[in-house]
């Protein structure tokens, strides 16, 4: 069975300094990996993605993530914290072999806080 | 170009009433899916659509919960006799389901949800 794990229910950072949000996975097969960000009241926003090929994904807003497969982990990074950044973070993963619908299994979150 | 619309924005209903919330899904994207986000389960799948199908229902929560789609795009998803337990944020995401090795790799965009209140 495929599942997602956010460690840290919530992370604080001070502006200006690198944050990381982690997340762990578990898939039978290949893994395709996904970032999105929700502000209050919204919906989810994309960030990034890793499907196949070079293991550091770039993303929106100065977003990066590392896929590592020998520990199953594609932890999101920014080298510098924005006060703007504060949101719940998802980390969500789906199998990328033929049966599946597509749908996105996601991690439980985790909120970031970033203070001035 | 516009993005995933969800309607009501918000939904305030009483315990037993059926409750319909819509979807418009980004022009072209053939496949959408319906999630349910709520405190106690977190993001949870409830159905999705290739064009008008849903090849799967299993992941409707209960009988109660029923949906459709039209013409490839516009979605609806019903909730009968709606419980207390069903209050939550209704998402809805499309995606242009491109396929390789039989499935998508392509993202999910989001609605903003409907927030649904069951009193």
């Known amino acids: 069975a495929q599942s997602v794990a956010q460690p840290e229910d919530q992370v604080n950072v001070a502006e200006g300094n690198p944050l990381t949000v982690k997340c762990t996975y578990s898939v039978s097969g290949n893994p395709y990996l996904f970032w999105y960000v929700q502000y209050p009241n919204r919906g989810l926003q994309f960030l990034l993605k890793y499907i196949t090929g070079d293991n550091l994904v770039k993303g929106s807003y100065g977003f990066e993530a590392e896929f590592n497969k020998s520990q199953t982990s594609f932890h999101l990074k920014k080298p510098s914290a924005l006060v703007s950044d504060s949101a719940l973070y998802f980390c969500a993963v789906r199998e990328s072999y033929g049966g599946s619908q597509g749908n996105l299994i996601f991690g439980k979150g985790t909120k970031l806080s970033v203070k001035p | 170009g516009a993005g995933v619309s969800q309607s009501p924005s918000n939904k305030v209903t009483e315990k037993g009433k059926d409750v319909e919330l819509r979807c418009d899904p980004i022009?072209?994207?053939?496949?959408l899916y319906w999630y349910r986000q709520s405190l106690g389960q977190g993001l949870e799948f409830l159905i999705y659509f290739q064009g008008n199908s849903a090849p799967d229902k299993s992941g409707l929560p209960s009988d109660r919960f029923s949906a459709e789609r039209t013409g490839g795009s516009v979605s609806t998803l019903t909730i009968q006799r709606t419980q207390q337990e069903d209050s939550a944020v209704y998402l809805c995401?499309?995606?242009?389901?491109?396929?390789?090795?039989?499935?998508?790799?392509?993202?999910?965009?989001f609605g903003p949800g409907t927030r649904l209140t069951v009193l």
């Open positions: 995401a499309s995606s242009s389901s491109r396929r390789v090795l039989g499935s998508s790799t392509d993202t999910q965009y």
């Open positions: 022009s072209g994207h053939t496949a």
